[in-house]
């Protein structure tokens, strides 16, 4: 019992005098080649071993200390590293010094030294590559892209950023001018970069955003027909209002390549959307904007793309994400226009159809973009009234008492005069509508009606025919002519029509047609088109005929369109409007 309480006291005292070893330290390069020393093996990708003292080894290495002494391995693959970086590593330890560090082998070392943590390697690593950084030839592209990709590989191989952070320190100087020598040449090869890549040149650049412009012309200039991933990546993640100011012919010209696209993708169309409304250049370029006349929100949107949203929810999405739906009247209108098109059959919707998907979808526009509610009195007139596959959705909506229908914020006024078919689209005509003020806030005592006139600008007809009927509407770019747009100068009204330009604002306004004194149907989006037989011309839901009213045409499915119209139809517009300041309609 003597000798063992003595042993044990040495022990306790031994233990508690023991020096705490600290790496790096010269454990003794003569010890690499001994024997009875190298109880660890470090096995190459050929099966070559290089033999090392695992405590020597786990001093400096926390993951080779747990592998030696938890898992009692004896020896580790190194397959990942080459034979001289081992050796360099495995003497360093030895020695707690890095003297073979070079160009060739820094990357692998780095490695090295991350995966099995010995730090102070890894510092010696970082040194090393900021002296590289320092002493870089900044008009040497290939020195320039050694550093980016060296510093590239780390941030995506063990997650580092340090090394990249140097980079774009020496690379956002004024000496080394990266927008003008090194990032021109690197997008060069645009498509090959990667998405973690362009991150880094994004950070990079800076404010010299125009330099990704450049890049993106030239590729749009080369690849004109669709935006590829990186252009999506780029237009996505850089602000350019920067250079809408400082670059502006610069920024506009990728504006006009990006709208030269002719037919769009779903998820292309939602992006140029998108940038169009950060840039008042790019607004002006999708909305027309001229100084006399102002396109009305929901019109000729290129809400045709909604057929190819599948489900009702992604539908209900785009519609309460898009920039353009700017009020709940264009919401309904989507959300109808995509139940009419894909409805199973004449009386049943989408099997994916919620009314309270859509209740829900309408309340989040209401609070986040301050739509205001939808108005009683268009879902009175609304044709969904008589469409059974909305279920019970107008139903829901006209007694809803949770403050989406309002009866006060929106009136429905009606064109003075109804039009055929032909009268409508085939002639350049105006239509007027007439404003009563009700208010003494307003008043207007000149001789005449207040008012507005929205401007129609025809399809071009193909023969001096005095009738202009349907028949002689175009097939092609003349669809495109077809526009209607609100007046706003003054002086292009006549004498007895008086505008108000404080009053009436085109983005106050949702058209809509009403067929026949019957009901109000939506034309959200659409361009009036025709069919190549040049029989019929069609509008939203309602099929104009030359002939045949009221018969559905022969090899037409039941849900192509809602309504058989003929030239006998009256078209009467209608605009349900938010007057400014206390005037009524």
């Not at 233990?15 to 470090?42: E, I, W």
């Not at 670059?247 to 292309?268: C, G, T, V």
Request: glycine share 4%.
């Amino acid at each position: 019992q003597h000798y063992k309480s003595i042993t044990f006291i040495e022990e306790v005292e031994f233990k508690t005098m023991a020096p705490k070893v600290q790496v790096p330290m010269d454990f003794g390069v003569k010890y690499l080649r001994s024997p009875s020393h190298s109880n660890l093996k470090f096995r190459l990708q050929d099966g070559e071993e290089i033999p090392a003292n695992s405590v020597i080894i786990s001093y400096n290495s926390p993951v080779i200390d747990s592998l030696t002494t938890d898992l009692l391995q004896t020896s580790i693959d190194v397959d990942d590293f080459g034979k001289e970086v081992v050796q360099d590593f495995v003497t360093s330890c030895y020695s707690g010094e890095l003297k073979n560090i070079s160009k060739d082998t820094l990357r692998e070392m780095n490695k090295m030294s991350n995966v099995f943590e010995v730090v102070w390697i890894a510092d010696r690593c970082v040194e090393f590559f900021k002296t590289l950084v320092d002493e870089l030839n900044t008009k040497s592209y290939e020195d320039q892209l050694y550093v980016f990709e060296e510093a590239m590989y780390m941030l995506l191989t063990v997650k580092k950023k340090h090394f990249m952070k140097l980079v774009i320190e020496k690379f956002s100087t004024e000496v080394a001018k990266c927008d003008r020598f090194f990032v021109p040449q690197y997008l060069s090869d645009f498509s090959s970069r990667s998405t973690k890549q362009l991150s880094v040149i994004i950070e990079m650049v800076q404010k010299q955003k125009h330099v990704l412009i450049e890049v993106l012309i030239e590729h749009f200039e080369q690849n004109p027909s669709k935006i590829d991933a990186n252009c999506r990546f780029l237009l996505k993640n850089v602000s350019f209002s920067v250079c809408n100011n400082t670059h502006k012919p610069l920024y506009q010209k990728l504006i006009d390549n990006i709208a030269a696209i002719d037919s769009p993708s779903k998820e292309d169309f939602t992006l140029m959307v998108e940038l169009f409304r950060r840039s008042d250049v790019t607004l002006s370029t999708l909305q027309h904007h001229e100084s006399e006349a102002s396109r009305l929100p929901n019109l000729f949107l290129g809400s045709q793309l909604i057929q190819n949203y599948e489900s009702f929810q992604e539908i209900l999405d785009f519609l309460l994400n898009s920039p353009l739906i700017t009020n709940s009247h264009i919401f309904l209108d989507g959300v109808y226009s995509w139940l009419f098109q894909f409805r199973k059959d004449k009386i049943s919707p989408h099997e994916t159809f919620q009314i309270e998907s859509f209740t829900e979808k309408l309340r989040v526009g209401m609070l986040s973009r301050g739509w205001h509610p939808l108005s009683l009195v268009y879902l009175k007139h609304f044709i969904g009234n008589q469409s059974i596959f909305l279920g019970k959705l107008m139903e829901t909506l006209k007694n809803d008492t949770t403050g989406l229908t309002d009866d006060a914020v929106y009136e429905r006024l009606c064109s003075v005069s109804d039009y055929s078919p032909s009268e409508f689209f085939v002639k350049d005509h105006d239509i007027i509508f007439n404003v009563k003020a009700q208010s003494s806030n307003f008043c207007c005592e000149r001789i005449g009606n207040c008012g507005f006139i929205l401007r129609v600008t025809s399809f071009e007809v193909t023969s001096e025919d005095e009738n202009n009927s349907l028949s002689n509407v175009q097939n092609n770019q003349s669809e495109n002519l077809f526009n209607i747009k609100l007046i706003v100068n003054p002086e292009l009204y006549p004498i007895d029509l008086h505008f108000h330009g404080e009053l009436v604002s085109a983005a106050n306004m949702h058209f809509c047609i009403d067929v026949n004194e019957k009901y109000d149907y939506p034309v959200t989006g659409y361009k009036p088109c025709q069919d190549r037989t040049n029989s019929y011309l069609y509008w939203g839901i309602n099929q104009f005929r030359k002939k045949g009213a009221g018969i559905q045409p022969k090899n037409v499915q039941f849900h192509k369109w809602g309504f058989y119209l003929g030239e006998e139809a009256r078209i009467r517009p209608v605009v349900y409007y938010k007057m400014e300041r206390n005037c009524t309609l």
